[in-house]
């Protein structure tokens, strides 16, 4: 199934915020004038979060710059400047604009496809501009715009034209919002998935391995194996059977399914084998409907669902690879499932059910439907008949009323082969991500002649459904990694329980308790480098390790262990806690806490008193939990 890659944010539709963006950008641009002499203006257009200006100056741009143009921008916000439109013909343009090269330019291109030509004056500052813009600047807040960054654009974004200095600003209509946003494009930057991913040794991509191909560290590796043996698990409880199949299959099969004509673009080139070309697989379909055409099937045998965790490999822009988010190599947690017309709207009551589960159990709560159907004017575009098209499209409505899901209809964003639902949900800093997809399709049973004998004895063409509900691996868990901010539940955490030992003379009873913990299936993991307990600690805190325990003489004979749990605020584990031995420490412990200053807390702060049995217990009732 052709999953949707985009990742994508709410869009303003606020028109005063336009105008306030787009005045922005005018202002910013006389601010700069009056600054620098002799500068050239390129466009100065509004985007998502405020605005930019290109500009031709003739110097090089520094960070430093920046305040000095926002606090012109200031005053002149505070001139109460209008705003004034006027309308003219491109010889008048042109004698308006004679300094300014780059306006000639556009002036021409309007002058040649008779185009109104336009002009907005504020002030002492002219531009071309078909506008809208704000009346007068006493419109526009003055505390809630910002100069973010200075970046290198070429005219028109072409290489071989000038290269001009383009100046960023986000705008917002009150100071609050402005700086939500900055926060949160802060707390985004921290819970990038590419710097949480190094830091907690989860994946890495290597030059030399190729672009957007994924290597999952050993840590990584636990991560993933955890999801996949979940859905697995959850899929064959609700009947699906499990399947495998190769990576690269004959040129035969995807002739047939149709991928060599509709999806080449998404495929890599052929590699010959014996005189024939085969191709590393982009889809999973062919493969399943090959296995489902290994034995004649009855009514009474269906639905049928295979799934598999299918490594699929598409051609995607090196320019738009990123991350886990975008890759060229990647897992879906794939099926099909194979079902008469009877069957079709209990199916994807179930899909749409089971996927609701699977997203909770990830910390998902916010879900988003989207219905994609066929578009009323361009049929031609689709294949199927009208009869069909109906039938699905009505299936699909039935079944999301059936559980209850709210839905967005989107007319004309079918897949050309039948309709399909989207679900995207919003993670915890509000943004929205397309994860799952459900597609009907009336174009592969076609294809491969698929048939299951009904009950009246004929033979009839079944429906067939493709669904992926964690969509690719990979960039579920890149999307995973930024919703948690790292710090994982405790059944998908790599490490359970980090134990630290405060001395040698502690790690045989660690590496013991270590032990025990793992024969419970705990995936504890003991340190016994020689680093200092507190670099031991802060090691564990930036794993985001959901438990800790620091183990010294006091420890041993205790018959409890001190848990600190994550997230709760960290303490100092020397000092007047009494639960190690200070006496054990190395000689450096000054040096060792001096950039951190010792608490004097006790045990109150993020430590629990728990015995081993209840901590056992606390822990496997997370995992069986998936908490
Ligand atoms: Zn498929
Ligand atoms: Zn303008």
């Not at 040129?251 to 673009?265: A, E, I, M, N």
Request: hydrophobic share 35%; charged share 30%; aromatic share 10%.
């Amino acid at each position: 199934m052709k999953q949707s890659n985009n990742r994508t944010i709410e869009q303003s539709n606020n028109e005063n915020l336009e105008k306030i963006r787009h005045s922005l950008s005018h202002i910013m641009a006389q601010a700069v004038g009056d600054i620098f002499k002799d500068v050239k203006f390129g466009i100065g257009p509004t985007i998502e979060d405020g605005f930019y200006y290109d500009f031709e100056l003739p110097r090089p741009l520094t960070d430093k710059d920046l305040p000095e143009i926002e606090k012109r921008m200031k005053q002149l916000l505070t001139q109460k400047i209008e705003f004034k439109k006027s309308e003219v013909k491109p010889n008048e343009a042109r004698i308006r604009s004679v300094r300014q090269p780059y306006k000639l330019e556009l002036i021409g291109e309007l002058a040649k496809e008779k185009e109104p030509i336009s002009y907005y004056t504020s002030g002492s500052f002219d531009d071309l501009c078909g506008g809208p813009h704000v009346n007068n600047t006493k419109e526009i807040p003055k505390d809630s715009f910002k100069l973010t960054r200075i970046a290198g654009a070429y005219w028109r974004g072409k290489e071989k034209n000038p290269q001009l200095q383009r100046i960023y600003g986000m705008a917002f209509e009150t100071k609050r919002e402005l700086e939500n946003r900055l926060k949160m494009l802060e707390e985004a930057k921290n819970r990038d998935h590419r710097k949480l991913g190094q830091e907690l040794e989860l994946f890495m991509i290597d030059e030399e391995v190729g672009a957007g191909l994924i290597l999952w560290l050993p840590k990584g590796a636990i991560l993933r194996r955890e999801m996949e043996n979940f859905v697995l698990e959850e899929y064959q409880r609700r009947g699906y059977q499990l399947v495998i199949t190769p990576h690269i299959a004959s040129q035969k099969l995807f002739s047939k399914s149709g991928h060599l004509d509709f999806y080449k673009d998404g495929m890599y080139s052929p590699m010959d084998i014996d005189g024939e070309n085969y191709y590393v697989k982009p889809m999973n379909c062919p493969f399943h409907i090959k296995i489902y055409q290994q034995a004649s099937h009855s009514y009474r045998e269906l639905p049928i669902r295979y799934t598999e965790l299918g490594t699929v490999y598409r051609y995607e822009k090196s320019g738009v690879l990123h991350g886990l988010l975008r890759v060229r190599g990647l897992t879906q947690d794939d099926a099909h499932i194979i079902c008469t017309e009877e069957q079709l709207t209990d199916e994807l009551v179930g899909v749409i059910d089971l996927t609701k589960y699977i997203l909770e159990t990830f910390g998902f709560k916010k879900f988003k439907v989207i219905l994609s159907v066929r578009g009323k004017d361009n049929k031609k575009n689709y294949l199927g008949s009208d009869q069909e098209w109906k039938l699905a499209e009505e299936g699909l409505i039935k079944a999301l009323k059936a559980g209850k899901w709210d839905y967005q209809v989107e007319e004309g964003e079918a897949v050309f082969y039948g309709p399909k639902i989207d679900i995207k949900v919003l993670d915890v800093m509000g943004r929205e991500w397309q994860i799952s997809t459900i597609q009907l399709d009336f174009n592969l049973p076609k294809r491969f002649n698929m048939n299951y004998i009904h009950k009246n004895g004929n033979k009839k063409k079944p429906f067939m459904l493709h669904r992926a509900l964690l969509g690719s691996l990979e960039r579920f868990t890149g999307i995973l990694i930024e919703h948690y901010g790292g710090a994982f539940p405790t059944w998908l955490s790599p490490i359970q329980i980090y134990i630290i030992p405060v001395g040698k003379a502690h790690f045989k009873f660690c590496e013991e308790l270590g032990g025990k913990l793992k024969a419970e299936n705990i995936r504890a993991e003991v340190d016994l480098n020689r680093e200092t307990v507190g670099y031991k600690i802060r090691k564990s805190e930036k794993m985001k390790v959901p438990y800790m325990l620091v183990i010294g003489d006091k420890e041993m004979k205790s018959k409890s262990l001190n848990v600190r749990i994550r997230g709760q605020k960290a303490v100092n584990p020397v000092r007047k806690s009494g639960a190690l031995d200070p006496t054990s420490l190395s000689k450096k412990r000054g040096k060792l806490y001096s950039s951190q200053p010792p608490q004097e807390a006790g045990l109150s702060n993020g430590v629990k008193k728990m015995t081993q049995k209840a901590f056992v217990d606390r822990i496997k009732k997370e995992i069986d939990n998936r908490r």
